[in-house]
């Protein structure tokens, strides 16, 4: 599963404003409905639920929230870096900046889970996450990722 099959470039928001947790999710289902034609709430509710299992944020600056809905064909990616660092109950207590939104099918199973490990792999390089946190533009973004993933491979 590369980068570039869950995310497409109009899926990368640059200087995101959001001053809480609940307030990014909304941000990121808002865009996700979007991209996916589900419904913003939807998609928002389904983050909330995987949320309340126990935070996404997996330190570093870095969460990847993720939910799977039925609504959903193949999977879909949506990376923002905030303007400004706010609380995500990470696990290392540190605010995030860089967040990676997944949503799959109900059924993906394995799809899923290896498209998790693709996203962490790329976002656990403190390089690409300091070179991400620099970028100036959401086409910046999305090209260091893929880049990045290119490199990685």
């Known amino acids: 599963m590369e980068i570039s099959e869950l ?4 899926a990368v928001i640059s ?4 001053s809480s947790k609940k307030q990014v999710l909304q941000e990121l289902a808002r865009h996700a409905a979007q991209i996916t034609g589900v419904p913003d709430k ?6 909330l639920e995987r949320e309340r299992l126990g935070s996404t944020g997996v330190g570093n600056g870095i969460a990847i929230p993720h939910g ?18 706010i609380d995500f109950a990470s696990i290392d207590e540190q605010p995030v900046d860089l967040i990676f939104l997944l949503l799959a099918p109900e059924g993906a199973g394995a799809d899923h889970l290896k498209a998790l490990a693709r996203v962490s792999r790329l976002l656990r390089d403190a390089r690409t996450c300091e070179k991400l946190r620099g970028a100036e533009s959401a086409d910046g973004l999305y090209m260091l990722l893929i880049q990045s993933e290119a490199q990685a491979a």
Not at 7 to 10: F, I, N, Q, S, Y
Not at 68 to 85: I, M, S, T
């Open 68 to 85: 799977r809905l039925g609504d959903f064909k193949r999977l879909y990616g949506v990376f923002a870096r905030l303007e400004k660092p």
């Open 7 to 10: 995310l497409k470039p109009e």
């Open 15 to 18: 200087g995101l404003k959001a």
């Open 42 to 47: 939807k998609i928002f509710e389904t983050l």
